[in-house]
């Protein structure tokens, strides 16, 4: 719902949907029926579901075997929206149908129900509300069994869009069997939702960037691929086949890649390419953002890596049997699988993806931060500190940030030196403590001890005991501490918290962050 001028709120209400039928007795032959609608009105003319139905679009290309040269021949699409309300109005018969049309004669006509037949002009047209009769045989005996099915399922989609919309409908048609599905679907038409809106958002800086290697007699459109390719990356575990189809579902387009032609396209595409195509679109932007007063000051980046599901596909080995193929990673328990390493900037409202690059057998942790932060760097030079997992714990990782003069932040690894100290701060009772280690050939470094929430027992560690919910956990050092301090817990990590504090001195500023 958006707002114009007028005090009425408007509803610009869109929907689409496509049914797959086969079109023959093998079932060598699919065919997909599109429907879809487009409603735009105000609060004020107090909209109906029948006003939904009555903009529907039926697809030109359903089969119909009547005699269409008839002067009294009506198209499909009437009569598909006539029982289409009928099922939403859980009308039991024809005739309440039919007597619905005969006292709206207005309906009638916005239905496709007129008395000169589909090419009467617009200033002749007169209602011809259709009679009982008509209406049972087109249900029973025109109508194949798929295309009640396909009214039935309209019926109930376009019903629980009037619902989410606060139009009135019948409180005991198509009841959800249970709130969980309600929910989800309600949840995923808003993904599709809000997909469109930022699609169309970042749409001018996408498809000037991005490319495709394709023919001068490409039939779709290469924006069609990138809105698809958009429209799968916010699904959770959506690949090129169902991604496909469930855009073509809510893509206004006439035409959308099919699953294995968007792989194909996209697999033309090197690595770096697809990088190079990525950084450049960010690029935009990123200068978009600080010429809005967005993404100015001193920068906080994270490193992360990310593995995909579980391999499955065909892959090279050797005469051992052995994976040889550079990109695909063993794992302990047998399984293959893809590994990314990505460097994005945190603190906003919205992670913004830097780079991106699949990680490569025995490729070590600091080649991906050299990696990443020299495109990151190039892309944004106000980068202040990136913060890793443990996994980046190692000197030659510490040595690469130093190179592009950002400062590293990230978990220690347990060593004997470091658990010693741990006890020592539990037998003293301190919650915080900084150590700083010097070296003659590299720069001194900082370590910050910080009791974790909640900590299990030394000999249940040592035991490899799984955390019992029930047993009495140790204090809470860091509530302590943040009760010392005077601030809220949550705030650990925000600009009044003692880690930019500590950040400020090690930079050796006055001014807190």
Known sequence: MSLTNSSAPTFDIQWNSFYEHSGCSTGTHNERYRFSLRYIGTTADDPTVEDLIGDLSVDPDLPDARATWHRNYTPLAPWIRAHVLKQAMD????????????????????????????????????????????????????????????????????????????????????????????????????????????????????????????????????????????FMGVRKNMFAESGADSFYVDSTRERTPSGSTHRWQIRKLSIEEMRRQHRQTTKRLIERARRDGELVGKLWAAIDMTKGSPFTGEMDTDEEGNVVEPYILGHRNGNYYHQWASIQIVGHDIPLVLDALPKKRGMAKDEIVDELLEHATEMVDDIDLVM???????????????KYGVYSLNPKRKFAAQNDTIAEMKRNGETIRIVEQSSEDQSNRTHLFLPSTTEMPDEEISAGTERDPDRIERPNYRQEMCEELGIDEAELGEEISPLARLLSDLRGEDEDL
Request: glycine letters at 6%; one cysteine or more.
């Open 91 to 230: 009308w039991n018969g024809e005739k309440q149908l039919a007597d619905h049309f005969e006292g709206h004669p207005t309906l009638a006509v916005e239905y496709g129900f007129v008395g000169d037949g589909p090419t009467a002009q617009p200033e002749t047209v007169r209602s011809n509300p259709p009679a009982q009769s008509r209406l049972w045989e087109i249900w029973h005996e025109e109508f194949s069994d798929v295309l009640r099915d396909i009214c039935r399922d309209i019926a109930s989609e376009l019903v629980e869009l009037a619902r989410e919309k606060g139009i009135p409908v019948p409180d005991d048609v198509f009841q959800p069997d249970d709130e969980q599905n309600g929910s989800e679907r309600s949840k995923t038409r808003l993904i599709a939702d809000t997909t469109k809106e930022v699609w169309q958002h970042v749409k001018p800086f996408v498809t000037e960037e991005f490319f495709l290697k394709r023919g001068d007699n490409a039939q779709i459109h290469e924006n069609a691929f990138w809105e698809q390719h958009a």
């Open 388 to 402: 890793m997992d443990r996994e980046f714990d190692s000197d030659s990782v510490k040595d690469t940030c130093e």
